[in-house]
């Protein structure tokens, strides 16, 4: 059983004065989050990542398709015992202390009070708000409130986390305690399902990715592989620079230093330069390849143009 | 279920006593103090008439109005502020946000209306020197302001999980006013003829009947208020809200929250 699968999932939103108009903001989405995964959904603003995350909070309805969280409907109240969700650039009741609101969504997701109070502070301590007293809501930094978001989301210690922009509108200091707490998620085998539009955190932390574009999936898989399918090129380094001109039509930025050159080389020439290099008896040094960025993956695949017929 | 809609009405409370919404009964007892000279200007009867008018009007009024302002932002602020998206991602019925947003401001309004109740009972044992037996009429009379606020809470909720606050105030108050007149309309009603007395009729029953639940000169006069009456006006309001609600659930089932 996965702990996320989403078929053929979509949503149009009716815009104008008289609602006539069908705008897609998801275009038939499939993928699956395997258990224990931590899944990162990328994406440019308005991409269709918060829709996908609504669609799977039930808190919007699809136009078309299915999805299904820990092999149920995600209107399931079963299910929603077993997840969490941490909004994008999240509001909460600034009337309340941390205390207040986390009893208030404790209460909610059915923790039995016996204990209650207990893993409250215990869980403030975890998210580095262990000295807030009952300060009001109000007084918080956005820092402290993402932290205060991310202790709601994992209140009734949840199976599957879903966290919508995560590090969204924080500096690096806020961002880094961020990831810290997603990772300590990570570590204590939740599954996570993160969008973000911040690649390095993407690449930092996940296992698969998905890249999403204009309400369509662009592509999806480990990162490490992504990176490298992007790449595509590798390091040569060899001894005898005579040999250089015989093969420059075939190498990229070379470097001579002294008899020693090092040039870069597509994938589709690198076999051609080795039997050239064997040929002209150089002396081989190293072949390293060179990994692109998970950035490189997603400005490759955001600048696909749309599938046609993908548009409803 | 119990555990979440009583989570959700005492955080719908502890908004309100939060946002210092009761701060209206200060207002309420600067009225009562402040037209105590005016009171005194006047012969004893009349100065209890005008009491007790004063008094009834102003916790009806002053419920009406908080019922209706906060009511208006009950839904729709809770979806402007993503609030609602942390509720709805937990095993939160939709139904149960909206029956528990009704207990939680009705809880609002009833300790409102009980305190100023007490205020103003205390003013009129001041002025009539004592309570008699018919003072006991005084309840009824705040017993039905409470049936008032179970309809226009209902109605607020309604128009608030669909449109806008401001549209929602305009529907609320028009509603009210309407419902406030409702015996003439059920009279123009019955004196019309042809399809004028069907809308007519249609519009009658459709508008809450406040005017049954507005008791406030009779007891003013020491008149007493009837059972028969008590129970119509209990099973009306019930039923009454009960259909409203279920019409806000409904919408707000089918609703995509943006």
Redesign the interface.
């Known amino acids: 059983m996965h702990a996320i699968e989403i078929q053929d999932l979509s949503k149009d ?1 009716a815009v104008g004065f008289w609602k006539k108009t069908l705008r897609p903001a998801l275009k038939g989405l499939s993928l699956t989050v395997e258990s224990g995964e931590t899944f990162g959904f990328l994406g440019p603003n308005g991409a269709g990542k918060t829709t996908t995350l ?1 669609l799977l ?5 699809p136009t078309a398709g299915s999805a299904t969280v820990l092999g149920k409907s995600v209107h399931d ?2 299910v ?2 077993r ?3 941490l ?1 994008e ?5 600034d ?2 202390s941390a205390p207040e609101l986390l009893s ?2 404790a ?4 923790v039995p009070p016996a204990g209650r109070k207990e893993r409250i502070n215990s869980l403030l301590e975890r998210v580095g708000l262990g000295d807030v007293g009952n300060k009001q809501l109000r007084k918080f930094s956005k820092g402290m409130l993402q932290r205060v978001g991310i202790a ?1 989301a994992i209140v ?1 210690e949840p199976e599957v986390v ?1 966290l919508d922009e995560p590090m969204s509108g924080l500096d690096p200091l806020g961002r880094h305690e961020i990831r810290e707490m997603i990772q300590g998620l990570k570590d204590a085998g939740k599954t996570i399902f993160f969008s973000t539009h911040i690649l390095s955190d993407a690449e930092a932390l996940c296992d698969r990715v998905a890249v999403i574009h204009k309400g369509e999936l662009r592509g999806v898989g480990v990162v490490n592989d992504l990176r490298a399918a992007t790449g595509g090129t590798s390091e040569v380094i060899w001894q005898n620079a005579q040999v250089l001109t015989a093969v420059s039509s075939l190498v990229m930025e070379p470097h001579v230093s002294a008899d020693t050159v090092r040039v870069t080389v597509s994938r589709e020439n690198l076999d051609p330069l080795l039997e050239k290099l064997r040929q002209q008896s150089a002396t081989l040094i190293s072949v390293t390849p060179l990994h692109g960025t998970l950035e490189d993956y997603f400005l490759s695949k955001t600048s696909e143009p749309e599938k046609e017929g993908a548009a409803v | 279920m119990t ?2 809609l009583s ?2 009405a005492l ?1 719908t409370f ?2 309100a006593v ?2 210092r919404v009761l701060y209206n009964l200060i207002i309420f007892v600067f009225l009562l103090v402040a037209s105590a000279p005016l009171f005194s200007q006047i012969s004893i009867d009349v100065e209890r008439l005008i009491l007790v008018n004063v008094g009834l009007s102003a916790i009806s009024l002053f419920g009406v109005i908080i019922a209706i302002f906060i009511g208006i932002g009950l839904v729709s602020k809770e979806i402007e ?13 939709r139904w149960e946000f909206i029956a528990g947003k009704y207990c939680g401001l009705m809880m609002t309004l009833l300790v409102n209306a009980a305190l100023m109740t007490v205020g103003f009972m205390i003013a009129v044992m001041i002025t009539s020197h004592g309570l008699k037996a018919q003072d006991m009429h005084l309840l009824v009379a705040v017993y039905f302001t409470v049936l008032e606020f179970m309809v226009v809470t209902a109605l607020t909720l309604l128009f608030s999980s669909f449109s806008s606050p401001i549209f929602s105030a305009i529907l609320s108050f028009s509603l009210f006013a309407i419902g406030t007149f409702s015996l003439d309309l059920r009279n123009f009603a019955a004196s019309a003829h042809g399809i004028t007395k069907m809308f007519a009729l249609a519009a009658a029953y459709l508008v809450p009947n406040l005017a049954s639940l507005n008791v406030i000169a009779q007891v003013a006069h020491d008149q007493p208020v009837g059972g028969a009456l008590v129970l119509y006006n209990t099973l009306y309001t019930v039923l009454y809200s009960a259909a409203v609600t279920a019409g806000a659930v409904l919408i707000f089932e ?1 609703r ?3």
């Open positions: 939103y609504k909070m039930g808190i919007i309805f109240p079963e929603k015992k997840i969490g969700f909004p650039q999240p509001y909460f009741y009337y309340l208030y969504y209460q909610l997701s059915g709601q009734h879903f | 555990s979440r989570a959700i955080n502890r908004e939060r946002d502020k993503r609030t609602l998206y942390t509720i709805l991602s937990r095993p939160v019925r089918r995509n929250l943006k």
